[in-house]
């Protein structure tokens, strides 16, 4: 009996390191990226990223990214189908390629992440990053989808950091 609760007290220990570790990660992760405190703020709206092994974490804030890309675009096309003034339109519909791109490269991260090929996995979130990039930049001042824009950029960013990580 004293041998089992042993075991338990040493299970209970070493399952509490195990989550201080990878919060830790998350935390060092997210302090590579241009902005920390978002980064961090983006991966916590899933509650597993805070307990998840860095191929599961990277796994997590792609589908947080993809998912937050999709409904995106779907706003922005939105925007597309309501705009009268046709400059606003075409920076719209540019914005809304942007994002096809961007989504493009979001849906084939996963094969990468599985398969291992991180320097692709890298590749990947440097394209949706550009894409999120390029429709912030094509409006003069902020666009209506900045807040989306780096959301998804920030995953990205800290995905591409995950992958430079688990390369090594």
Same mark, same amino acid.
């Given at each position: 009996?004293?041998?089992?609760?042993?075991?338990?007290?040493?299970?209970? *220990?070493?399952?509490?390191?195990?989550?201080?570790?990878?919060?830790?990660?998350?935390?060092?992760?997210?302090?590579?990226?241009?902005?920390?405190?978002?980064? @961090?703020?983006?991966?916590?709206?899933?509650?597993?990223?805070?307990?998840?092994?860095?191929?599961?974490?990277?796994?997590?804030? *792609?589908?947080?990214?993809?998912?937050?890309?999709?409904?995106?675009?779907?706003? *922005?096309?939105?925007? @597309?189908?309501?705009?009268?003034?046709?400059?606003?339109?075409?920076?719209?519909?540019?914005?809304?390629?942007?994002?096809?791109?961007?989504?493009?490269?979001?849906?084939?991260?996963?094969?990468?992440?599985?398969?291992?090929?991180?320097?692709?996995?890298? /590749?990947? /979130?440097?394209?949706?990053?550009?894409? @999120?990039?390029?429709?912030?930049?094509?409006?003069?001042?902020?666009?209506?989808?900045?807040?989306?824009?780096?959301?998804?950029?920030?995953?990205?960013?800290?995905?591409?950091?995950?992958?430079?990580?688990?390369?090594?």
């Amino acid at each position: 009996m004293a041998t089992f609760f042993s075991l338990c007290i040493v299970f209970l *220990i070493s399952g509490n390191l195990f989550l201080q570790t990878n919060a830790a990660a998350m935390d060092d992760i997210c302090r590579q990226t241009k902005n920390p405190s978002l980064c @961090v703020a983006a991966m916590n709206t899933d509650p597993r990223s805070r307990t998840a092994a860095l191929p599961q974490l990277a796994q997590i804030t *792609i589908d947080a990214a993809e998912y937050t890309a999709g409904q995106t675009k779907i706003k *922005i096309h939105g925007f @597309v189908m309501s705009e009268k003034n046709p400059g606003n339109r075409n920076l719209y519909i540019q914005c809304e390629d942007f994002y096809v791109d961007a989504l493009a490269a979001l849906d084939i991260a996963p094969e990468d992440l599985q398969q291992r090929r991180y320097v692709d996995l890298k /590749m990947k /979130m440097g394209l949706a990053r550009r894409g @999120v990039d390029r429709c912030e930049a094509a409006f003069m001042q902020a666009s209506p989808f900045r807040k989306e824009n780096d959301f998804v950029g920030i995953l990205a960013d800290a995905v591409a950091i995950m992958a430079t990580t688990l390369s090594h």
